[in-house]
């Protein structure tokens, strides 16, 4: 898993309420991704990092805002959740030197 | 949208025999990439190929890329119980900075 961690793992909550998802990696790789995954859409890109503080959107980002204060975590923030974004979320990194990703465990995501 | 479409979308067959799953794309790329998903868990990246190269190979995978086509072949030769897993194609395209594009994926089972 090339040191990429997710928590939680998983969480059921209501809708309307905030809810923060960490991705954790401890190789200092500068890339993060977050990534949502839906059946019939394979994954689609959320938003993702470039550095510290340095942070872009991609193809599905309304609803969402990530952070980036330190290296290692990647934080993705639903400010008020909705049944639409019931997901499996996935955060992953790319490797120095490369543009191949490595992708966390997943978090499974219901929003009630 | 998604850049990347496999086909078929899901392929059932024997161990021992080949399974070939096909990807095709719309816009041009730099290079071509096929990720593997066991159930419930994350991707792995399983092989590169650069838009100016025609076929790769690594172990039991072969991978084939026609740019003027906008289309590559993932062939995985004597198949096992323990190649069933969801295959995805993900493209990284030259105007699109560092991030990938991902088809809706093909469901392998290989029974034995």
């Known amino acids: 898993d090339a040191g990429i961690t997710q928590s939680p793992r998983h969480k059921v909550t209501e809708t309307g309420t905030p809810v923060t998802l960490r991705c954790h990696q401890t190789?200092?790789?500068?890339?993060m991704y977050w990534y949502r995954q839906d059946p019939g859409h394979g994954l689609r890109l959320i938003h993702y990092?470039?550095?510290?503080?340095?942070?872009d959107k991609g193809e599905v980002s309304d609803g969402y805002s990530v952070s980036r204060s330190k290296t290692e975590d990647f934080l993705l923030t639903l400010e008020s959740a909705t049944s639409s974004q019931t997901s499996v979320y996935f955060c992953?990194?790319?490797?120095?030197?490369?543009?191949?990703?490595?992708f966390g465990p997943g978090t499974r995501l219901t929003v009630l | 949208s998604q850049q990347g479409e496999e086909d078929p979308q899901a392929l059932s067959i024997q161990e021992g025999e080949n399974a070939t799953m096909n990807c095709s794309y719309k816009?041009?790329?730099?290079?071509l990439q096929w990720y593997r998903q066991n159930s419930g868990r994350g991707l792995v990246h399983l092989i590169l190929?650069?838009?100016?190269?025609r076929e790769k190979h690594s172990g039991r995978l072969r991978v084939t890329l026609d740019t003027s086509k906008k289309s590559s072949s993932l062939l995985i030769t004597a198949s096992r119980a323990a190649d069933t897993a969801s295959y995805f194609c993900?493209?990284?395209?030259?105007?699109?900075?560092?991030?990938?594009?991902f088809g809706g994926g093909t469901r392998l089972m290989v029974k034995p």
């Open positions: 992953a990194i790319r490797g120095a030197g490369t543009d191949t990703q490595y």
């Open positions: 190789e200092n790789h500068r890339y």
């Open positions: 990092s470039y550095g510290v503080k340095d942070t």
């Open positions: 816009t041009s790329i730099n290079n």
């Open positions: 190929i650069r838009s100016n190269e």
């Open positions: 993900a493209t990284l395209s030259n105007n699109a900075g560092n991030m990938l594009t």
